[in-house]
């Protein structure tokens, strides 16, 4: 089932408006934008503590034109199950019920809800939106930080640990759904959203999502700095559905290394990885060369 989409089917109407509490360039209401289009803002939404928290503004206004429900930062999956349960007992189709959390909540500690209810396969859409930090606390390391980036945890040296491949986890969930996105592309993760809607269970997207502030770049360049993730081949799209798993259009080019741009382009415009060492981008290096051959191999096994 393939869903292809085209720039003028996209509704004009904007679900996440204008004078919310974002900083400038912020990813998350990028990401929030394209999802209250693709939902035509008939969508649930379950939203721990983090910045997407604070971000649509305070009690009684907000700037999201849609169901929202904040909750305590473990929470949100065990939350999102209750309420898609209940609908389906009142007979009640009102949309999907998505849980929109940032990568401290997924990757750290809501770690546990959220395999639980992938595990139980519970009906409903959990995007993480990852900004690769605690942002909203002061941009300290999560199990989403890429090796090598100074945060306010890891000031000196940068991040020593790896990633959690929270991707591969959660195929290992045998879930029907798992794809990665990045706000660089909002027609490919548009024509995610629509697909994981079509589908029963539950569904997982990874939002690729850089933090101006968090980062340490200039908030106008957002978007092109999750580009050159792709360009790069720092970031990878792919999509697994219907037991296939294949790497999405944008990324497909990228699997041929000498096609893609050099790392330097992408981590120079970044403030975190200032004065990152030989070494450590030779490492970053050869981790990304890793991530392409589990993903080319993954993608002949779920053929
Ligand atoms: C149980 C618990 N621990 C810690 C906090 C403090 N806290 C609030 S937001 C936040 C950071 C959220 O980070 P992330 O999930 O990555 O989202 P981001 O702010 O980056 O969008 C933390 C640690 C909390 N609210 N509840
Ligand atoms: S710190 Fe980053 S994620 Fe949080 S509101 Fe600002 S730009 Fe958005």
């Known amino acids: 089932m393939s869903v292809k989409v085209r720039l003028d089917q996209i509704p004009k109407e904007k679900y996440s408006l204008p004078g919310n509490a974002a900083c400038p360039g912020c990813p998350h209401m990028i990401g929030l934008k394209i999802v209250g289009k693709a939902f035509r803002g008939e969508a649930t939404l379950v939203i721990p503590a983090g910045c997407s928290s604070i971000v649509p503004g305070y009690h009684?206004?907000?700037?999201?034109?849609?169901?929202?429900?904040?909750?305590p930062f473990a929470s949100a999956p065990a939350v999102a199950t209750g309420i898609s349960r209940a609908l389906k007992i009142r007979g009640e189709d009102i949309g999907p019920v998505i849980v929109w959390a940032g990568d401290g909540a997924t990757f750290d500690i809501g770690f546990a809800t959220l395999s639980g209810s992938a595990v139980r396969n519970e009906d409903i859409i959990y995007i993480v939106s990852d900004n690769e930090a605690y942002m909203n606390t002061g941009v300290q390391a999560s199990g989403s930080t890429m090796y090598g980036a100074r945060t306010t945890t890891t000031p000196i040296l940068g991040k020593k640990d790896r990633r959690k491949e929270i991707d591969l986890i959660m195929l290992m969930h045998k879930i029907p759904y798992v794809a990665t996105a990045s706000i660089?592309?909002?027609?490919?993760?548009?024509?995610?959203?629509?697909?994981?809607?079509?589908?029963?269970?539950?569904?997982?997207?990874?939002?690729?999502?850089?933090?101006?502030?968090?980062?340490?770049?200039?908030?106008?360049?957002?978007?092109?700095?999750?580009?050159?993730?792709?360009e790069t081949g720092a970031w990878i799209l792919f999509e697994y559905a219907e037991g296939k798993l294949t790497i999405s259009p944008p990324s497909r080019i990228y699997a041929d290394k000498s096609k893609r741009k050099p790392l330097r382009e992408y981590l120079e415009l970044q403030g975190r990885f200032k004065g990152i060492s030989e070494e450590d981008l030779k490492i970053i290096e050869e981790m990304i060369d890793e991530n392409w051959r589990v993903l080319e191999t993954l993608s002949k096994i779920y053929s």
């Open 184 to 230: 660089a592309y909002p027609l490919d993760f548009y024509e995610k959203l629509l697909k994981a809607s079509k589908i029963k269970g539950f569904r997982f997207i990874h939002l690729f999502s850089p933090c101006p502030p968090g980062w340490r770049f200039d908030d106008s360049k957002t978007v092109e700095i999750a580009r050159l993730a792709v």
């Open 60 to 71: 009684p206004y907000t700037s999201l034109d849609m169901r929202v429900i904040h909750v």
